[in-house]
C-alpha cells in the first residue's frame, strides 16, 4: 500500500472516554464562507476510567480556532494543542471532576466540497455527520459512544433554520433526548413544507413536514405517505412509538449516500423524496417507500440505541435493513422482495465477500470508517439478523427485540449486548451463531442425496474460504430450509429445518414412499452458495412445481445460469426446453406479473462472470454478453407468436398508480417490449410505447430498449429536451445512454457525454449517473480489451478525489473484480489502479480502498 500517514484503527484498542458530556449548546451565525460555532459543553468525570489525571483531547478538523475557555477562564493559546485532527489541553489546566467547555470557531461552509460536515447546496446549508462529520463543525467527543443532550440556535439570512428534537422558536431546537454527535443536523435554506400530522399509538399528535426547494412540493406525496406507513407499521411490528413533537425530512440535491437518520431531522437524497408518476418510475417509489421507512426505524435502532464504537456498525444497519425488508415486503409482494433482494445481495455483498475488500460483518480495524458502510455491513448485516429469527422463531424473536428496547434504550451498545439479548430472551447458546460477525467469506455448501428404503440421507459439506487476512475458519450455523417434493410436485414430506453447524453433517428423512426431488434453501435461509449438482430437467420441475417462490425463481435463475455458461465458454445453443420453460412461465396468468418478469430476466453479465470465476474459469466479458444476447434471442423466437398479446394484455389502464400490482405488469411488460424488439427491426413496438408513455416507467424502458437495439438516437433528444429541467430524470438520461449503449461505443458516448453542459460532475447523483451507469452497468463496455474503459474510469476518479473523497472511494469498488479476468485485463486495470494509488495527496478513503484492491 501506498505509504500513508493516516493511522490504523482498531476494536482491541477501544477505551471509554476519560470525561462524558451531559449538554451541548450550539449557536451558529451562519455565513456561506464565515459561519460562526460557539459552543458550550458540559463535560463530568467518567469514574471507570480510574488511569487519570486525563488530559481534554477534542476532535477539530479545518475550524479555525477563535477562543476558548474552561470553566468560563479563557484558555491561552500556549495552553491549547492544535494539531490537524485536534487539540489537547494538558491534564493539568483540566479539572478532573467535570467542567464547562466553551469555544468559538469559525467554518467555510462554501468551500467544503466533501459533502461531510457542514457545506452547501444550491444556497442551502446541510449537514452530514455520519460517521465523523461533527468534528468538521466545533471541537467535541466525535465518537458514538458519547450521547448528550443539545440545544441549538440559529442566526442566518434564510427563512427557514432547522435542527433536531422539538422547536422553541425560529431557530431555536432543543432535542431531550441523548444522542451521540453523528446525529446532529442542521439545515437552513429558502426551503417549502408538505405538512401532515400522525397520532401515535398512545394518542399523541406528531406534526410532519417534508421540506423541500419551491417548486418540488408537489412530489412529496409518496414520501409521506410512506412514512406515515412506516410509522404504524413500527408501531404494530416492534411496540415502538415515535419520540418528539414533530418529525421533519430534508431534500437535499449534493448528498454522497442515500439518507441520514439525524434524530427527528432525516436527510435525503432528492431522489429518494420527490417522485410524480411523469418523473419516477416504479423502482423510484419502491426505492423511496424502502428507504423512507429505513431512515424512520432507526430512530429505534440506532439513534435511541446506538453504536458503542463504530467497529459495531452492522448492529443498528443490519437490523435496520431486516426491518425495511420486512416492511416492503408486507406492503408488497414477500416472494418479489425476497427475489429482489437476494438479486442485490449477490450483486454487490458476494461479489465483495469474493474479493480483496472482503470484510467481517464486524471488522477488526479500519483507516477510514466511511469505506465501511458496505454491502457487508448492511446487507449480509440484515441476512444475519434474517437467520437468527428463522433459527430462535417469530415470537422468541419479537421476545428478544422487546428485551434489547427495554434493556438497552439510551445505551451505545456492542454485538456482544444483541447476541445476550437473544440468548436471555429465548434460552439457547449462541456462541457460534456470533462467527457469523466474527469470519468474512460467503460459505460454500455441497450436499449429496442417497436414497435407501424409505429414508433419504441428505449430506452436507461447509467450506468458509480464505479472504484477506483470515484462514483455517471454523464451521458456521447454517439454516437451511428444505422441502421435499413427489414427482406429481405436492409436498412428499413436511418442510424442515436442517440446521447445518459441521463441515460434514448428514440428515435423515424417514417416511418417503420415493425419492422426492429436494428444494434446498428455500426462501435463501442463509447468505450462502450452494452447489448442487443437479440436472436441467430437474430445474425445470422445480421451476413448475416448486411450492416455494423463490425457490421457483432460483430454478430458472439456475438454468439459464447452466445454460449461459456453456454458451459462453462451449459456444452451445441455446436449449429449448428452457425457452419453452420460460414461455410457459410467461403466460402462466396465475403467477404474479412481477414474478414472471423476475424469471425472464437473465442472470446479470457480472454474475456470469462471477459465477465462471468461482468454477475455475476466466470470464471473457465479450462472449458472456453475446451469451446473453443470444439465448434472448431464442427466447423471444420460441415466444413470437405469444408476445404481442401478452404485450397488449399488460398494459395498465386507469391513471397511474405506484402500488406492487401495477408495477408488475409494467415491469413484465418492459420484459416482453425488450423480446418484441429483438423481431422488429424498426423497434416499432418501443418506438410506440416512448411516444405514448404517460409515466416514466414505460418512457424509459422504451427508451432504454431503442437505445441497446441502436435506434435511440431521436428518442434520446425528445428525451432531453422533454426534460432538460428537471435534474433527477436528466441523471436518468445520462444512465440510460451510457448502460444501455452497444459495448463497442459505450466508451465514446460516456466520453462525450462528459463534455455535455449538463455533466454538473461535482454533484454526486450526477457523477454516478454516468460514471458509474458505465463501469457498473454496461461491463461488456468497461472491460473493452484495449483498456480504455478503465482508463477513462480512473481518469475520473483521479479528478474527484480532491473533491469528495468519500464517493471516489466507493466508486473504486468498479475495480475490485480486477482478478477474475485474464493476464492482459489484469494488467490494463492493475496499471490503472497504481497510477491512482501512486497519486500524491490521495485522499485516505481513496487510499485504503486502492490499496487494498491492489493487495500490496
Ligand atoms: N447511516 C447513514 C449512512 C451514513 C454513511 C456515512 N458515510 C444512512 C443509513 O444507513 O441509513
Ligand atoms: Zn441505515
Known amino acids: 500500500m501506498k505509504p500513508t500517514q493516516a493511522p490504523t484503527i482498531r476494536l482491541s484498542d477501544y477505551t471509554q472516554p476519560p470525561f462524558w458530556i451531559k449538554t451541548v449548546d450550539l449557536h451558529f451565525t451562519l455565513h456561506p464562507t464565515a459561519t460562526r460555532v460557539r459552543s458550550t459543553i458540559e463535560f463530568t468525570a467518567n469514574s471507570d476510567r480510574t488511569d487519570g489525571p486525563h488530559d481534554l483531547r477534542l476532535h477539530g478538523q479545518d475550524l479555525k480556532l477563535i477562543s476558548a475557555a474552561l470553566n468560563g477562564t479563557a484558555l491561552k493559546s500556549d495552553e491549547i494543542l492544535l494539531d490537524a485532527e485536534g487539540l489537547t489541553i494538558p491534564a493539568d489546566l483540566v479539572p478532573q471532576d467535570g467542567f464547562t467547555w466553551t469555544a468559538e470557531v469559525e467554518i467555510n461552509p462554501e468551500a467544503n466540497t466533501s459533502l461531510n460536515g457542514l457545506y452547501m447546496s444550491n444556497g442551502m446549508y446541510c449537514t452530514q455527520c455520519e460517521a465523523e462529520g461533527f468534528r468538521k463543525i466545533t471541537y467535541s467527543y466525535d465518537r458514538p459512544d458519547v450521547m448528550a443532550i443539545y440545544t441549538v440556535s440559529i442566526d442566518g439570512d434564510s427563512p427557514v433554520l432547522l435542527s433536531n428534537g422539538n422547536k422553541q422558536g425560529h431557530g431555536k431546537w432543543h432535542d431531550p433526548h441523548p444522542k451521540p454527535a453523528y446525529l446532529f443536523a442542521l439545515v437552513a435554506g429558502d426551503l417549502v413544507a408538505h405538512t401532515d400530522s400522525f397520532t401515535t399509538m398512545s394518542g399523541r399528535e406528531v406534526a410532519l413536514e417534508i421540506w423541500v426547494r419551491p417548486g418540488d412540493e408537489d412530489k412529496c406525496a409518496y414520501a409521506m405517505d410512506a412514512l406515515k406507513r412506516s410509522m404504524r407499521w413500527d408501531e404494530v411490528e416492534y411496540g415502538r412509538e415515535y419520540d418528539l413533537d414533530l418529525f421533519m425530512i430534508v431534500a437535499v440535491d449534493d448528498f454522497n449516500m442515500g439518507a441520514m437518520e439525524n434524530k427527528g431531522l432525516n436527510i435525503f437524497n432528492s431522489k429518494y423524496v420527490l417522485a410524480s ?23 429505534w435502532t440506532g439513534n435511541r440505541i446506538t453504536c458503542r464504537d463504530w467497529f459495531q456498525l452492522c448492529l443498528k444497519e443490519g437490523l435496520t435493513v431486516f426491518r425495511d425488508q420486512q416492511f416492503s415486503g408486507d ?61 430462535v422463531g417469530a415470537e422468541n424473536y419479537r421476545k428478544a427485540l422487546d428485551l434489547y428496547f427495554e434493556r438497552h434504550d439510551n445505551q451505545a451498545c456492542t454485538i456482544e449486548h444483541w447476541i445476550k439479548v437473544f440468548e436471555d430472551a429465548c434460552d439457547t447458546d449462541l456462541s457460534q451463531f456470533a462467527l457469523w460477525y466474527a469470519q468474512a467469506g460467503t460459505p460454500k ?55 447445518l453447524t459441521d463441515n460434514e453433517q448428514s440428515f435423515e428423512i424417514n417416511g418417503l414412499s420415493a425419492h422426492p426431488t429436494v428444494s434446498y434453501l428455500r426462501g435463501f435461509s442463509a447468505p450462502v452458495i450452494l452447489n448442487r449438482t443437479v440436472d436441467n430437467a430437474t430445474r425445470a420441475f422445480l421451476l413448475t412445481h416448486d411450492t416455494d417462490p423463490f425457490n421457483q425463481w432460483e430454478a430458472g435463475r439456475d438454468y439459464a445460469m447452466s445454460l449461459l455458461t456453456d454458451m459462453a465458454t462451449k459456444g452451445t445453443n441455446p436449449d429449448a426446453a428452457f425457452t419453452a420453460a420460460m414461455l410457459a412461465v410467461a403466460t402462466n396468468d396465475a403467477l404474479d406479473p412481477a414474478f414472471r418478469a423476475l424469471v425472464l430476466s437473465l442472470p446479470s453479465e457480472d454474475a456470469l462472470a462471477q459465477s465462471l470465476f468461482d468454477a475455475g474459469q476466466t470470464p471473457d466479458p465479450d462472449a458472456i454478453h453475446t451469451a446473453r444476447k443470444s439465448l434472448a434471442k431464442a427466447m423471444a423466437d420460441t415466444m413470437a407468436d405469444d408476445l404481442p398479446n401478452l404485450y397488449a394484455s399488460l398494459a395498465v389502464s386507469g391513471p397511474y398508480t405506484p402500488d406492487a400490482t401495477d408495477a408488475g405488469k409494467r415491469s413484465l411488460r418492459a420484459a416482453v417490449l425488450s423480446l418484441i424488439s429483438k423481431h422488429e427491426p424498426d423497434c416499432a413496438t418501443a418506438r410506440a410505447q416512448f411516444a405514448a408513455a404517460d409515466n416514466m416507467t414505460e418512457q424509459l424502458s422504451a427508451l432504454s430498449t431503442l437505445i441497446s437495439n441502436g435506434q435511440g438516437a431521436e428518442a434520446t433528444a425528445t428525451f432531453y429536451d422533454q426534460w432538460k429541467a428537471d435534474r433527477l430524470v436528466i441523471d436518468k438520461w445520462f444512465t440510460v445512454q451510457v448502460s444501455a449503449a452497444p459495448p463497442d461505443t459505450a466508451v465514446d ?35 473493452r480489451k484495449d483498456g480504455r474503459g478503465y482508463e477513462f474510469f480512473a481518469d475520473w476518479l483521479i479528478k474527484l478525489d480532491p473533491v469528495n473523497p468519500q464517493t471516489t472511494a466507493r466508486m473504486c469498488g468498479g475495480f475490485e473484480t480486477w482478478r477474475r479476468y485474464d493476464a492482459s485485463r489484469q494488467g490494463l486495470m492493475r496499471k490503472q489502479l497504481a497510477r491512482i494509488a501512486a497519486l500524491p495527496n490521495l485522499s485516505k478513503d481513496t487510499a485504503e480502498i486502492t490499496g487494498k484492491i491492489l493487495g500490496d
Open 277 to 299: 408518476p411523469q418523473t419516477a418510475t416504479d423502482r423510484d417509489y419502491e426505492l423511496i417507500e424502502g428507504i423512507i421507512a429505513h431512515e424512520y426505524f432507526h430512530n
Open 331 to 391: 406492503e408488497r409482494s414477500h416472494a418479489v422482495n425476497r427475489i429482489e433482494n437476494v438479486l442485490q445481495l449477490r450483486a454487490r455483498q458476494f461479489r465483495e465477500d469474493a474479493g480483496p475488500l472482503a470484510h467481517p460483518l464486524r471488522p477488526e480495524e479500519y483507516i477510514e470508517i466511511n469505506n465501511f458502510y458496505t454491502a457487508t455491513v448492511y446487507e449480509k448485516g440484515a441476512e444475519v439478523i434474517g437467520m437468527l429469527r428463522t433459527l
Open 445 to 499: 455448501i455441497g450436499v449429496t442425496e442417497r436414497f435407501e428404503g424409505d429414508t433419504l440421507t441428505l449430506t452436507f459439506t461447509q467450506t468458509n474460504p480464505d479472504t484477506p487476512g483470515q484462514t483455517d475458519k471454523k464451521p458456521q450455523v447454517v439454516p437451511i430450509r428444505t422441502g421435499f417434493l413427489g414427482a406429481d410436485g405436492s409436498e412428499a414430506a413436511p418442510e424442515q429445518l436442517l440446521t
Open 749 to 783: 458516448v460516456a466520453k462525450t457525454l462528459t463534455q455535455h453542459p449538463d455533466f454538473d460532475w461535482k454533484n454526486p447523483n450526477r457523477y454516478r449517473s454516468l460514471i458509474a451507469g458505465f463501469a457498473m452497468m454496461n461491463p461488456a463496455g468497461f472491460h
